[in-house]
């Protein structure tokens, strides 16, 4: 793991140290690398620092909603090839790696490939553990950092809860998402998470083709 984590730095420092011209090719590139580094090693990966890479790239959705629209795109090709066009949910998966609902989704829609499965499923578990190592949600200071929307509930059944209420909070510049949620038994609990990395912008309307 040592010498994968010193591959993912080394990588994020060569784009971070280019001319600003080809920042922006830099940075994906740094985040493809990690994700091929993720796939051909799922238990090896440095989740936290792919999550950060996902980030500075182009490949991260800024902006509340574009990655549910870009998501919903992948499952409408998938759904209209009569869901034999796997290849619509993968290319989505790969761009998306660093986001817990990208692998939701091909293990929803592709899970009886055993493979497929497997990689997924260990990115899934990574991502989470590096996501709740940063918080546990049950406080603004322990809030955990999601990357889109999707994550937030993805996160939220994980933790075996179903979402009855949610709540916007900004404070000192970031913001938060605080949801409701309520177990099988027993009283409904709050959990808080940090959408301040995606929150905001005209992504949204931009990548629907409306000027804002």
Known sequence: ???????????????????????????????????AAAR????????????????ASRYFPKGSGVFRIRQGKAVKAFE??????????????????????????????????QKTSDLHRKAFIG???????????????????????????VMLSVMGLQSSEQA?????????DVLTGKPKQGAAVQRWFDITAFFGGDGFFKELGIKP
């Open 127 to 153: 991502l989470i553990k590096a996501m709740v190592a940063k918080g546990d949600g049950k406080s603004r200071e322990t809030a955990i950092p999601v990357l889109s929307g999707d994550e937030e509930y």
């Open 1 to 35: 793991m040592r010498l994968i984590t010193i591959a993912l730095i080394l990588v994020a420092a060569f784009w971070a140290a280019m001319p600003a011209a080809h920042a922006d090719e830099a940075a994906d590139e740094a985040y493809r690398a990690a994700v």
């Open 80 to 113: 209209q090839s009569g869901n034999k066009d796997e290849a619509a949910i993968l290319v989505f998966a790969d761009e998306h790696f660093a986001n817990i609902a990208a692998h939701a989704l091909v293990l929803n829609t592709l899970g009886s490939d």
């Open 168 to 176: 916007f909070i900004e404070h000192d510049g970031r913001q938060y």
């Open 40 to 55: 051909q090693a799922p238990d090896l990966a440095d989740y936290a620092k792919l999550r950060e890479l996902y980030v």
